[in-house]
């Protein structure tokens, strides 16, 4: 899920900066032309109409990709094509435009010297603003092997070409000179590391483009994680305490921690249910629930899951807290105000101990969940507590952290379905509730 909205999302942002590097393209023209209007105006030259003709068909261009970008005429390859289209037109002006319009004589290669590759570094840089790590690579390739290709036209009717192994071992500067500002000095290592330097960059920022795209993943997929977290807590407990939650990278990854069950269930709920209308079952029921978990959340616990007419709920996992027993118990006071005043009469298992806590599902659906001895003694505990007539059991953990307005009183040892040892029990003293 999360990797296909960042898919989304970056295809979105490669649409906006493809319509900008386009955007900024069509000014590099609108700047070409008025350069051949005004400038070589006032430089006493008359504009060239076959350079006119072309900048404008350019800008055309321009104009017509920034129109289809993010339509369901795009398609994949337009980047490509507009971009070898801009770099190819870069380097046929070095073997169309003369060198010099009063020396027609001279080889064309001397453009190559006169101006030199770094025209074609703009281009690669603005296939950045696409934020496609592919195009920028592709941009490299495409100038090289334009370059390249422009160079051995150049060349390609020169009667004599020099190059640096033209030199002698030791040259004087006379020497040195003659081969050097020679008309028929090509430079074939020249060239070669004009683009080998060209493509190193090309490389550097395709890759610096595809860390910024993996920094983005990273950004949306822990967003995404957020947001699974606030809507996996977001109804059990308030916006403040899903939001520390989904802030805490680590908290709902898999651990063992000490901590507090806390299980309840509505006593004698499928007889109150009978006779009952569904929908006054429901409201009332989801009425109790809402508020329990309320209750819970108030005391900074985490309401797991919801069974039916009951609840998991659990202290110091997966948020840690300084006293979970003490919240705990302070929790449970606060469900018996709530069962009072919603008709209801409950049972409350609390014990404390290690808790394991982690995600479970699949990629799609997940939950958090809790689980080990201490969630089942808190169970067990729950179910005890209709066996000996009582409101609110805990164990030794937490009645170990009791204060005598708890009123806890101790039960002794009670045989547990599914432990072999006797538990030491403690029984909360409350008031008379109604029965339901």
Partial sequence: MAGRVARQRLLAAERQGLKLAVLCRTAAVAVGMIWLTVGWNLAGFAPSPMAMTALALFGVIGIVSYTVVGTRYERWWLKYALYAIDILAVCAVFIVIPV???APELPQ?????AFGVHYLFPLVAMACLTLSWRLVAWSGLAAVAGWWVAFGLAIADMQQRLSWSDLPSRPTAEEYLNVFLSPDFVGYGTRLQE??????AA????????RARCVFVAQVEAEQARERAVRTF?????ETIAERLASDRDALAPQVRHGVALVLDIENFTAYA???????VIATLGAFLARAAEAISNREGVVISFTGDGLLAAFNTPLEIAKPERAALDAASDLLACARESGFRVRVGLAAGQIASGRVGSERRQAFTIYGDTVNRAARLEVLAKDVGATVLADAGVAGKAK???LLKPLGEQKIRGFEAPLAVWSKQVMALPGV
């Fill in 109 to 113: 290669v001397l453009a190559f010297r």
């Fill in 404 to 406: 005598p307005d708890d």
């Fill in 203 to 210: 490389l550097v920022l395709a890759l610096a483009v595809y």
């Fill in 100 to 102: 010099s319009r009063f």
């Fill in 234 to 238: 977001g109804r059990f407990v308030p």
């Fill in 274 to 280: 009978d006779g009952r209308a569904p929908e006054e």
């Fill in 195 to 200: 683009t080998v330097l060209l493509m190193i």
